[in-house]
């Protein structure tokens, strides 16, 4: 699933450089006004988060053993789901998931 979320996320965001090189505001191109820029930049900021995520996981899941795959994963989806509920992080959290 994550791998086809992935793919949509980069046919959209290859439709929206399309569109704003092809837009006009205010007679310029809509790509030339920083905000847009911004904004596109921070979309492809997170596309490229999740594509690297994906490749990681991959990567542990092809070159870990089971028994370690399962308490590594196990272990980040406990911290991670009592780092969204706490609201707070800690080194350890950080530097293992």
């Given at each position: 699933?994550?791998?086809s979320t992935a793919?949509?996320?980069?046919?959209?965001?290859?439709?929206?450089?399309?569109?704003?090189?092809?837009?006009?505001?205010?007679?310029?191109?809509?790509?030339?006004?920083?905000?847009?820029?911004?904004?596109?930049?921070?979309?492809?900021?997170?596309?490229?988060?999740?594509?690297?995520?994906?490749?990681?996981?991959?990567?542990?899941?092809?070159?870990?053993?089971?028994?370690?795959?399962?308490?590594?994963?196990?272990?980040?989806?406990?911290?991670?789901?009592?780092?969204?509920?706490?609201?707070r992080s800690t080194s350890?959290?950080?530097?293992?998931?």
């Amino acid at each position: 699933m994550i791998t086809s979320t992935a793919r949509a996320q980069r046919a959209i965001v290859e439709e929206c450089l399309k569109w704003v090189s092809q837009r006009k505001a205010f007679g310029k191109p809509l790509a030339s006004q920083a905000v847009i820029r911004s904004k596109l930049a921070a979309m492809i900021a997170r596309v490229e988060s999740v594509q690297s995520w994906l490749e990681n996981v991959t990567h542990q899941m092809n070159n870990m053993v089971r028994p370690l795959q399962l308490i590594t994963f196990a272990l980040c989806s406990e911290r991670n789901y009592s780092r969204t509920r706490t609201k707070r992080s800690t080194s350890l959290d950080q530097s293992r998931c």
